[in-house]
Nanobody, 127 residues
């Protein structure tokens, strides 16, 4: 099992940057595929990015490709989401998620592919 806590959200102007962090409890963090999802009011939770257990592979939603970067530091039990060139449509609650499995680009681009979730952190991008 793993406990996940997101941080780093806030208010930023369009075109700005934020770096989200997700801290994990437990000694087996490196056994988990990690992902980021987001949910705007009135919309379903949607996939943003995922990263393999070693960090060697990553996958992004088309809407954020080229702007966002997912990374992880297994020694610190932390996964990050660097967000550049933010747009108002990026406004949402951002969640990190984990799955104790080998990375699969089909499984880990869907909400149902993950067993563990953080509480979320709000990102608001102003016009």
């Amino acid at each position: 099992q793993v406990q996940l806590v997101e941080s780093g959200g806030g208010l930023v102007q369009a075109g700005g940057s934020l770096r989200l962090s997700c801290a994990a409890s437990g000694r087996t963090f490196s056994s988990y595929v990690m992902g980021w999802f987001r949910q705007a009011p009135g919309k379903e939770r949607e996939f943003v990015a995922a990263i393999s257990r070693s960090g060697a592979k990553s996958f992004y939603a088309d809407s954020v490709k080229g702007r966002f970067t997912i990374s992880r530091d297994n020694a610190k039990n932390t996964v990050y989401l660097q967000m550049n060139g933010l747009k108002p449509e990026d406004t949402a609650v951002y969640y990190c998620a984990g799955d104790r499995a080998i990375f699969n680009s089909v499984v880990h681009t869907t909400v149902n592919g993950y067993d563990y979730w953080g509480q979320g952190t709000q990102v608001t991008v102003s016009t």
